[in-house]
T-cell receptor, first 114, second 114 residues
Framework: EPEVTQTPSHQVTQMGQEVILRCVPISNHLYFYWYRQILGQKVEFLVSFYNNEISEKSEIFDDQFSVERPDGSNFTLKIRSTKLEDSAMYFC????????????FGPGTRLTVT | DQQVKQNSPSLSVQEGRISILNCDYTNSMFDYFLWYKKYPAEGPTFLISISSIKDKNEDGRFTVFLNKSAKHLSLHIVPSQPGDSAVYFCAASPYQGGSEKLVFGKGTKLTVNP
């Protein structure tokens, strides 16, 4: 069964450093998403991406964040200058172009900013 | 701003009995509702969904009920099995003609005792 994959599973970085989180969505899916979950809190939407551009972004997704689909398979989230409060699980998700609207999630990347 | 609320942080049931997980929402624009199951160190796994034009959707042991007037939905698991022990997230999506971001509740931890 096709699945969303994410690398790395755990990333430790120092405050102020840039990180890139990588995702490979399911191959025939066209909508891509990033969510995050801070420890003990709910899963929060960050950004959606379709047709090579951002469809929607949340207030969390400020100028420090960017997304890219550099080729036909990868979808990346970049944080330019990490802050302590960026420490969280980051989940990538994807869904096909047409309904139903179920999104399929990857296993997540645990980002720890020290 | 808790648009999706899961007021029970935990629920414990005996194997073979029914598990009922509840979810309330406040945003009238939501028209698609989903339940996800999450094990530790994994991403959310899609379980079942329901459109706002329906009041019930069934898939094997899992049934979701939607009461639009009360802005309430519930997930029934019958019979419950120990492998169902996980955190269950309720999620809702407004139709936006594109991104359909998911808004999650905080989750309910279900424990099914043998």
């Amino acid at each position: 069964e096709p699945e969303v994959t994410q690398t790395p599973s755990h990333q430790v970085t120092q405050m102020g450093q840039e990180v890139i989180l990588r995702c490979v969505p399911i191959s025939n899916h066209l909508y891509f998403y990033w969510y995050r979950q801070i420890l003990g809190q709910k899963v929060e939407f960050l950004v959606s991406f379709y047709n090579n551009e951002i469809s929607e972004k949340s207030e969390i997704f400020d100028d420090q964040f960017s997304v890219e689909r550099p080729d036909g398979s990868n979808f990346t989230l970049k944080i330019r200058s990490t802050k302590l409060e960026d420490s969280a699980m980051y989940f990538c998700a994807s869904r096909p172009d047409r309904g139903p609207y179920e999104q399929y999630f990857g296993p997540g990347t645990r980002l720890t900013v020290t | 701003d808790q648009q999706v609320k899961q007021n029970s942080p935990s629920l414990s049931v005996q194997e073979g009995r029914i598990s009922i997980l509840n979810c309330d929402y406040t945003n009238s624009m939501f028209d698609y509702f989903l339940w996800y199951k999450k094990y530790p160190a994994e991403g959310p796994t899609f379980l079942i969904s329901i459109s706002s034009i329906k009041d019930k959707n069934e898939d094997g042991r899992f049934t979701v009920f939607l009461n639009k007037s009360a802005k309430h939905l519930s997930l029934h698991i019958v019979p419950s099995q120990p492998g169902d022990s996980a955190v269950y997230f309720c999620a809702a999506s407004p139709y936006q003609g594109g991104s359909e971001k998911l808004v999650f509740g905080k989750g309910t931890k279900l424990t099914v005792n043998p």
